[in-house]
């Protein structure tokens, strides 16, 4: 090829070459822009529904008898976190927990709960060691959950600081026939610092959820019998 056509390609590809050069910035910026719009709306389109209920099944609203006084700690001027400790069952034990199993279940078959109706009524405080005590209207008012001897563990797990210590109980709750809502047999609550027990499991497997190094620990059994049940 002569020598001189080289030159006259050039010159001719260089206003192509012009034209690409200022027209890149401004589309690279608008794509930028797209992706950004692109993945709010992506965004918007899979959050979840704020309005979904909670998966536990529990109510947001306690009755103050979900969340009796913590008695003295053992641990509490000398602490060590994630060390586990077996409880004593106190008399004020099985009441908060059967509250918060009746809140449970009605919760989880859409009806008020135990906590809702008393809470609704201007209630302040358990009027009974039943769970339905000061609850007229609840779907479970004239029924009872208990949680016999011997069916019942209880322990914590130290934390950093007093709001930071974790309570755990696993416990079979019985109702008599023709309870209008159903109850499973088997739970496990779970209480952080001084709130309320809350139903974290329930049924066949629920004794996963609980800190493994809890079990042998004094009462606590390698795995508590009550644990295969359902």
């Known amino acids: 090829m002569p ?3 080289g030159g006259r390609v050039g010159a001719a590809a260089a206003p192509w070459k012009a034209w690409v050069e200022e027209r890149r910035r401004p589309v690279i910026a608008g794509a930028f822009v797209l ?3 692109l993945g709010v709306v992506i965004g918007l389109v899979t959050a979840p529904d704020s309005k979904a209920p909670p998966e536990t099944g529990d109510t947001a609203q306690a009755a103050p008898a979900r969340s009796p006084q913590l008695p003295p700690l053992p641990w509490a001027n000398s602490r060590s976190p994630g060390t586990a400790t077996n409880l004593t069952v106190g008399d004020d034990l099985r009441p908060a927990l059967t509250w918060a199993a009746a809140d449970d279940a009605l919760a989880k078959a859409d009806k008020p709960t135990l906590s809702e109706v008393f809470l609704a009524s201007g209630g302040t405080a358990a009027t009974s060691a039943s769970p339905q005590g000061g609850t007229q209207g609840a779907a479970l008012t004239q029924q009872s959950i208990t949680i016999p001897a011997g069916k019942l563990y ?3 797990v130290q934390g950093s600081d007093a709001t930071l ?3 755990w109980a696993v416990g079979v709750t019985e109702t008599p026939p023709g309870t209008p809502v159903a109850v ?3 739970h496990v609550w779970k209480r952080v610092g001084s709130g309320p027990w809350t139903v974290v499991a329930t049924g066949a497997g629920a004794c996963d ?3 493994q190094n809890l079990f042998g620990v004094g009462a606590w059994t390698s795995r508590p019998p009550i644990c295969d049940l359902a």
Do not use: K, R
Request: charged residues 10%; glycine residues 16%.
């Open 3 to 5: 020598a001189g056509s």
């Open 35 to 37: 992706a950004a719009l």
């Open 154 to 156: 209880y322990g914590a």
């Open 165 to 167: 210590d974790e309570f």
């Open 184 to 186: 499973p047999g088997l």
């Open 209 to 211: 959820i609980v800190p």
